[in-house]
């Protein structure tokens, strides 16, 4: 759809649920959006799929909704693409948002590609900034690109919505405010809850150390370990000080850790109070993912490694010679400390 | 019944061999050899299998500069029986939609297809929407994220792998399914493979053989336009240490730690 075909207005963002649930990521994003509707001076909506919700959906408007769609059917217990996709492009035919913004998740990540080619609009992956141009009023979009090396800042002229997928933990969630708006619970024609495709079952993962996202620490090994075993000395310090565990990217590649460990946008985006990555030079598809940490400790035997440009205590040297004396330090400090 | 099926494929630089410039903060291309994306590699084993499970085809089609014809070589050496170039100074500058538009005109003029297979995404754009993109335009249904997949006459049974845990779904055909690396270990290639490779033609399509427009494809029919490229901005203050200051490194880390309240 091109911007003269209809009277775009608003900003909708696709809420996610998971378990009937709101998931946090809706948070973070009607936040967002709230802040560039100040800016254009438009309304937030919010758009929720769910079986059957059992969080109170009217609580977005502290965060910056105006108004709530809550689409509930039997068909939505489990996810399915078919359903997801007929749902979101009956409310944008109904709401014409002029911004649409979705978390990059899987099933964002799956809908809202589906959704663009079949409105024949723009959709900008994996954002990592979100603001309103003062002089067009159009939605930049910005991500790492050409291999996650560089920022590319993104417009869609003249197709709509303008769309763009943000990863969870991008932005915070604001502060809660006293305000209030409208709940809707649209009905939507019979046929847009059914869909070839058959979603079966799905069989939730056991914790595998718990959600790096959930972490106050996360300690991050990459290819600068040399081998698969190194990340034995990742793990016994994330353990000495309750960390989770990281990696880059090329240490997932190669299956020296599993997939769930993967920091970066092609990973998870992580927001801890302190980030410790050894052996990761930095590419910005991995900096993207964790360089809103509070505090970043890098060590690197490279002393040009990107990383160190973002880091607060940059420690050049051999990974294999600091770590083991850094992990000694630490439990002389807590015996020390216990008596 | 036979199997018509297609992997979508995209020839991207090998990641593992680009540098930063340390100056400019730019990438180092020059010299980088380019490779297949490595998921699309495993999108290729498994139509392969497929094909020689029930009988069939596997056309293998990318779209890119006339270099990219090494990597449908390479994919007829891993068991590919026909490719298809998709090269036109026209589809210069594309973004997913745009690209996605002329992937899909490939499959109508060249299918029906039972299954279409790729990466979930590439190492160099990590948009992840082409796959999405080619199925919503082309009506198939779609998977993402698949891990695990069983091909059956009227569909494909998937695991697909999503932040909660395992997704399993029924995908009727025809269908698109995006994958990841769990899914196989993608084969080398044969000596046979090689030569059949070596001797291979190549189907080249452009903007007149699809019958696209000039607006639709490229730059010109990309709704998305770059604004502009920046390395990213430096916000903290580095304190440095390596050498005989490491010690002194390490008790700031203790420090931040302390302060933390982690130790």
């Given at each position: 759809?091109?911007?003269?075909d209809?009277?775009?207005?608003?900003?909708?963002v696709?809420?996610?649920t998971r378990?009937n649930?709101?998931?946090?990521?809706?948070?973070?994003?009607?936040?967002?959006?709230r802040?560039?509707?100040?800016?254009?001076?438009?309304e937030?909506?919010?758009?929720?799929?769910?079986?059957?919700?059992?969080?109170?959906?009217?609580?977005?408007?502290?965060?910056?909704?105006?108004?709530?769609?809550?689409?509930?059917?039997?068909?939505?217990?489990i996810?399915n693409?078919g359903i997801?996709?007929?749902?979101?492009k009956?409310i944008?035919?109904?709401?014409?948002?002029?911004?649409?913004l979705?978390?990059?998740?899987?099933?964002?990540?799956?809908?809202?590609?589906?959704?663009?080619a079949?409105?024949?609009?723009g959709?900008?992956?994996?954002?990592?900034?979100l603001?309103?141009?003062?002089d067009?009023g159009?939605?930049?979009?910005?991500?790492?690109?050409?291999g996650?090396?560089?920022?590319?800042?993104?417009?869609?002229?003249?197709?709509?919505p303008?769309?763009?997928?943000?990863?969870?933990?991008?932005?915070?969630?604001p502060?809660p405010?006293n305000?209030?708006?409208?709940?809707?619970?649209?009905?939507?024609?019979?046929?847009?809850?059914s869909?070839?495709?058959?979603?079966?079952?799905?069989?939730?993962?056991?914790?595998d150390?718990?959600?790096?996202?959930?972490?106050?620490?996360v300690?991050?090994?990459g290819?600068?370990l040399?081998?698969?075993?190194?990340?034995?000395?990742?793990?016994e310090?994330?353990?000495?000080?309750?960390a989770?565990?990281?990696?880059s990217?090329?240490?997932?590649e190669?299956?020296?850790?599993?997939?769930?460990?993967?920091?970066?946008?092609?990973?998870?985006?992580?927001?801890p109070?302190?980030?410790?990555?050894a052996?990761i030079?930095?590419?910005?598809?991995?900096?993207?993912?964790?360089?809103?940490?509070?505090?970043?400790?890098?060590?690197?035997?490279?002393?040009?490694?990107?990383?160190?440009?973002?880091?607060?205590?940059?420690?050049?040297?051999?990974l294999?010679?600091?770590?083991?004396?850094?992990?000694?330090?630490?439990?002389?400090?807590?015996?020390?400390?216990?008596? | 019944m036979t199997?018509n099926?297609?992997?979508?494929i995209?020839q991207?630089?090998?990641?593992?061999?680009?540098?930063?410039?340390?100056?400019?903060g730019?990438?180092?291309?020059?010299?980088?050899?380019?490779i297949?994306?490595?998921l699309?590699?495993?999108?290729l084993?498994?139509?392969?299998?497929?094909?020689k499970?029930f009988?069939?085809?596997?056309t293998?089609?990318?779209?890119?500069?006339?270099?990219?014809e090494?990597a449908?070589?390479?994919a007829?050496?891993?068991?590919?029986?026909?490719?298809?170039?998709?090269s036109?100074?026209?589809?210069?500058?594309?973004?997913?939609?745009?690209?996605?538009?002329?992937?899909?005109?490939?499959?109508?003029k060249?299918?029906?297809y039972?299954?279409v297979?790729?990466?979930?995404?590439?190492?160099?754009?990590?948009?992840?929407?082409?796959?999405?993109?080619?199925a919503?335009?082309?009506?198939?249904?779609?998977?993402?994220?698949?891990?695990?997949l069983d091909?059956?006459?009227?569909?494909?049974?998937?695991?697909?792998?999503?932040?909660e845990?395992t997704?399993?779904?029924w995908?009727?055909?025809p269908?698109?399914?995006?994958?990841?690396?769990?899914l196989?270990?993608?084969?080398?290639?044969?000596?046979?493979?090689?030569k059949?490779?070596?001797?291979?033609?190549?189907?080249?399509?452009?903007?007149?053989?699809?019958?696209?427009?000039?607006?639709?494809?490229?730059?010109?029919?990309?709704p998305?336009?770059v604004?502009?490229?920046?390395?990213?901005?430096?916000?903290r203050?580095?304190e440095?240490?390596?050498?005989?200051?490491?010690?002194?490194?390490?008790d700031?880390v203790?420090?931040?730690?302390?302060?933390?309240?982690?130790?």
């Amino acid at each position: 759809m091109r911007k003269e075909d209809r009277n775009f207005q608003g900003i909708l963002v696709f809420g996610e649920t998971r378990s009937n649930k709101i998931h946090s990521v809706t948070y973070e994003l009607t936040g967002k959006a709230r802040n560039l509707a100040d800016v254009k001076g438009c309304e937030v909506s919010v758009l929720l799929l769910a079986e059957s919700l059992r969080d109170d959906p009217s609580d977005l408007f502290r965060f910056g909704a105006d108004k709530v769609l809550v689409v509930q059917d039997p068909s939505l217990s489990i996810f399915n693409q078919g359903i997801a996709v007929n749902v979101l492009k009956a409310i944008i035919e109904a709401e014409n948002p002029e911004i649409l913004l979705a978390p990059a998740t899987t099933i964002g990540r799956t809908v809202l590609p589906s959704v663009a080619a079949m409105l024949q609009t723009g959709l900008t992956a994996d954002c990592t900034g979100l603001e309103i141009d003062p002089d067009s009023g159009l939605l930049l979009q910005t991500r790492p690109a050409i291999g996650g090396n560089v920022m590319a800042t993104i417009k869609t002229p003249v197709h709509r919505p303008q769309m763009a997928t943000v990863r969870p933990k991008t932005f915070r969630i604001p502060a809660p405010r006293n305000r209030t708006g409208t709940l809707i619970y649209p009905t939507l024609p019979k046929e847009t809850f059914s869909s070839p495709i058959q979603s079966i079952h799905l069989q939730r993962a056991e914790g595998d150390g718990g959600n790096i996202q959930d972490r106050d620490c996360v300690v991050s090994g990459g290819k600068g370990l040399r081998r698969p075993e190194g990340f034995r000395l990742i793990k016994e310090l994330a353990e000495l000080i309750d960390a989770g565990v990281g990696a880059s990217r090329p240490t997932v590649e190669a299956k020296w850790i599993s997939y769930p460990h993967q920091v970066g946008l092609s990973g998870k985006v992580v927001a801890p109070k302190i980030y410790l990555a050894a052996g990761i030079s930095g590419a910005v598809q991995h900096l993207a993912g964790m360089q809103t940490a509070q505090k970043i400790i890098a060590i690197n035997k490279d002393p040009e490694a990107p990383i160190f440009r973002i880091a607060d205590v940059a420690l050049c040297g051999d990974l294999y010679d600091i770590l083991p004396r850094l992990i000694e330090r630490i439990r002389v400090e807590r015996c020390e400390r216990n008596g | 019944m036979t199997m018509n099926l297609a992997v979508l494929i995209k020839q991207v630089p090998d990641s593992d061999e680009v540098k930063m410039d340390p100056e400019k903060g730019t990438m180092i291309r020059e010299g980088v050899s380019s490779i297949i994306n490595p998921l699309d590699l495993n999108a290729l084993e498994a139509a392969v299998g497929i094909s020689k499970a029930f009988g069939g085809r596997v056309t293998v089609l990318t779209m890119g500069p006339s270099q990219a014809e090494e990597a449908l070589r390479e994919a007829i050496a891993l068991g590919a029986d026909r490719a298809i170039l998709l090269s036109d100074r026209a589809f210069a500058g594309a973004d997913s939609w745009a690209t996605s538009l002329v992937l899909a005109e490939t499959l109508r003029k060249t299918g029906p297809y039972d299954i279409v297979l790729a990466g979930e995404k590439a190492t160099d754009g990590e948009t992840g929407q082409v796959g999405p993109e080619v199925a919503a335009l082309m009506g198939y249904n779609l998977a993402t994220y698949v891990s695990f997949l069983d091909a059956g006459p009227r569909g494909v049974s998937v695991k697909c792998t999503v932040e909660e845990g395992t997704l399993y779904q029924w995908i009727p055909l025809p269908c698109l399914l995006t994958v990841l690396n769990d899914l196989n270990e993608p084969s080398l290639p044969t000596l046979a493979g090689k030569k059949k490779a070596r001797r291979a033609e190549i189907l080249k399509l452009g903007l007149a053989e699809l019958g696209l427009t000039r607006e639709n494809v490229g730059l010109l029919g990309s709704p998305t336009r770059v604004v502009r490229i920046e390395t990213p901005k430096i916000t903290r203050q580095t304190e440095f240490f390596s050498a005989r200051d490491l010690e002194r490194g390490i008790d700031r880390v203790i420090d931040i730690l302390k302060e933390a309240a982690v130790i």
